[in-house]
Nanobody, 121 residues
Framework: QVQLVESGGGLVQPGGSLRLSCAASGSIASINAMGWYRQAPGKQRDMVAVITSDGRTNYADSVKGRFTISRDNAKNTVYLQTNSLKSEDTAVYYC???????????????WGKGTLVTVSS
Protein backbone atom coordinates (compact mmCIF):
# COMPACT_ATOMS: atom_id res chain seq x y z
CA GLN A 1 0.00 0.00 0.00
CA VAL A 2 0.92 3.67 -0.33
CA GLN A 3 0.26 6.39 2.22
CA LEU A 4 0.52 10.16 1.88
CA VAL A 5 0.69 12.13 5.12
CA GLU A 6 0.44 15.92 5.18
CA SER A 7 1.69 18.20 7.94
CA GLY A 8 2.25 21.89 8.59
CA GLY A 9 -1.27 23.28 8.57
CA GLY A 10 -2.60 25.57 11.27
CA LEU A 11 -3.93 29.00 12.13
CA VAL A 12 -2.08 31.99 10.69
CA GLN A 13 -2.81 35.70 10.43
CA PRO A 14 -3.36 37.39 7.06
CA GLY A 15 -0.01 38.12 5.47
CA GLY A 16 1.64 35.23 7.27
CA SER A 17 3.32 32.08 5.97
CA LEU A 18 3.12 28.34 6.41
CA ARG A 19 5.14 25.48 4.98
CA LEU A 20 3.18 22.35 4.21
CA SER A 21 4.86 18.96 3.80
CA CYS A 22 3.62 15.67 2.41
CA ALA A 23 5.56 12.44 2.67
CA ALA A 24 4.71 9.37 0.60
CA SER A 25 5.55 5.95 2.01
CA GLY A 26 4.94 2.31 1.25
CA SER A 27 5.82 -0.01 -1.62
CA ILE A 28 6.81 2.77 -4.03
CA ALA A 29 8.73 2.06 -7.21
CA SER A 30 8.42 5.53 -8.73
CA ILE A 31 6.48 8.77 -8.42
CA ASN A 32 5.53 11.00 -11.34
CA ALA A 33 3.71 14.22 -10.56
CA MET A 34 3.01 15.37 -7.01
CA GLY A 35 0.70 18.19 -6.12
CA TRP A 36 -1.37 20.16 -3.70
CA TYR A 37 -5.11 20.73 -3.91
CA ARG A 38 -7.46 22.56 -1.59
CA GLN A 39 -11.11 22.52 -0.70
CA ALA A 40 -12.83 25.37 1.08
CA PRO A 41 -16.14 24.82 2.91
CA GLY A 42 -18.98 24.40 0.45
CA LYS A 43 -16.68 24.48 -2.57
CA GLN A 44 -15.11 21.94 -4.90
CA ARG A 45 -11.54 20.71 -4.59
CA ASP A 46 -9.22 22.75 -6.79
CA MET A 47 -5.62 22.40 -7.92
CA VAL A 48 -3.18 24.69 -6.14
CA ALA A 49 0.19 23.59 -7.51
CA VAL A 50 1.72 20.57 -9.24
CA ILE A 51 5.32 19.53 -9.79
CA THR A 52 6.63 16.82 -12.11
CA SER A 53 9.42 14.40 -11.31
CA ASP A 54 11.86 16.59 -13.26
CA GLY A 55 10.82 19.77 -11.49
CA ARG A 56 8.38 21.44 -13.86
CA THR A 57 5.68 23.34 -11.99
CA ASN A 58 2.19 24.64 -12.57
CA TYR A 59 0.22 26.95 -10.29
CA ALA A 60 -3.34 28.16 -9.96
CA ASP A 61 -3.58 31.82 -10.95
CA SER A 62 -4.80 32.72 -7.46
CA VAL A 63 -1.53 31.62 -5.81
CA LYS A 64 1.08 32.57 -8.42
CA GLY A 65 3.82 34.68 -6.85
CA ARG A 66 2.77 33.72 -3.32
CA PHE A 67 3.08 29.92 -3.15
CA THR A 68 6.05 27.75 -4.13
CA ILE A 69 5.94 24.00 -4.64
CA SER A 70 9.07 21.86 -4.38
CA ARG A 71 9.96 18.21 -3.86
CA ASP A 72 12.69 15.97 -2.54
CA ASN A 73 12.67 12.87 -4.71
CA ALA A 74 15.02 10.98 -2.38
CA LYS A 75 12.52 11.43 0.44
CA ASN A 76 9.34 11.07 -1.68
CA THR A 77 8.25 14.35 -0.18
CA VAL A 78 6.55 17.41 -1.64
CA TYR A 79 6.42 20.83 -0.02
CA LEU A 80 4.24 23.90 -0.40
CA GLN A 81 5.62 27.20 0.87
CA THR A 82 2.71 29.58 1.30
CA ASN A 83 3.41 33.29 1.73
CA SER A 84 1.27 36.43 1.93
CA LEU A 85 -1.68 34.33 3.00
CA LYS A 86 -5.18 35.71 2.58
CA SER A 87 -8.46 34.75 4.22
CA GLU A 88 -9.57 33.20 0.94
CA ASP A 89 -6.69 30.72 1.21
CA THR A 90 -8.50 29.09 4.14
CA ALA A 91 -9.17 25.47 3.19
CA VAL A 92 -8.22 21.88 3.75
CA TYR A 93 -5.08 21.26 1.72
CA TYR A 94 -4.65 17.81 0.22
CA CYS A 95 -1.54 16.20 -1.18
CA UNK A 96 -1.72 13.94 -4.23
CA UNK A 97 0.83 11.81 -6.02
CA UNK A 98 0.93 9.66 -9.14
CA UNK A 99 2.61 6.51 -7.86
CA UNK A 100 3.88 3.30 -9.41
CA UNK A 101 3.80 0.60 -6.76
CA UNK A 102 6.35 -2.19 -6.66
CA UNK A 103 4.99 -5.15 -8.63
CA UNK A 104 2.14 -3.14 -10.17
CA UNK A 105 2.23 -2.31 -13.88
CA UNK A 106 0.67 1.16 -13.97
CA UNK A 107 0.66 4.48 -12.15
CA UNK A 108 -2.23 5.35 -9.87
CA UNK A 109 -3.24 8.52 -8.05
CA UNK A 110 -3.10 8.53 -4.26
CA TRP A 111 -4.41 11.19 -1.86
CA GLY A 112 -3.60 12.26 1.66
CA LYS A 113 -6.24 12.97 4.29
CA GLY A 114 -5.60 16.70 4.28
CA THR A 115 -4.33 19.41 6.60
CA LEU A 116 -6.38 22.45 7.58
CA VAL A 117 -5.06 25.94 6.89
CA THR A 118 -6.99 28.77 8.53
CA VAL A 119 -6.09 32.36 7.73
CA SER A 120 -7.72 34.69 10.22
CA SER A 121 -6.91 37.58 12.51
Amino acid sequence: QVQLVESGGGLVQPGGSLRLSCAASGSIASINAMGWYRQAPGKQRDMVAVITSDGRTNYADSVKGRFTISRDNAKNTVYLQTNSLKSEDTAVYYCAAEVLRVGVGSFRNYWGKGTLVTVSS
